[in-house]
């Protein structure tokens, strides 16, 4: 739509809680939405639909925000960088064809935001 529009677009700058939460517990032994909620105590209405599949994994995510910061990880800069860290990882989904979950800032935003705590 934005080339369509004649507007710049570029993809925003993500997280994925399955790496996140291999960042915070690398032996957890599965990775899944359903795992996850379980492992944090989430609950889990409505999954496998659109809506609910993302209001689970919101939670999945604040869960996991205290466990970040046991690890001192309190930026987005500091999320991103663990993230890449699990490189055995991302070649895996690499190589399963999944879209780059999490990709490396670009220089400035990563001066501008790796000033921000969470």
Known sequence: QCERGGLPWAPPRTLDTALLAEVVEPNLGGFTIEHLASWLGVSVDGLHSALGDAAVTGRIFLALLPKLREG?????????????????VLEAQHRAGWVEAVAAPRAREERALARIDS
């Open 72 to 88: 001192n990880i309190r930026t987005l800069a500091e999320a991103e960088q663990a993230c890449l860290a699990l490189t055995h």
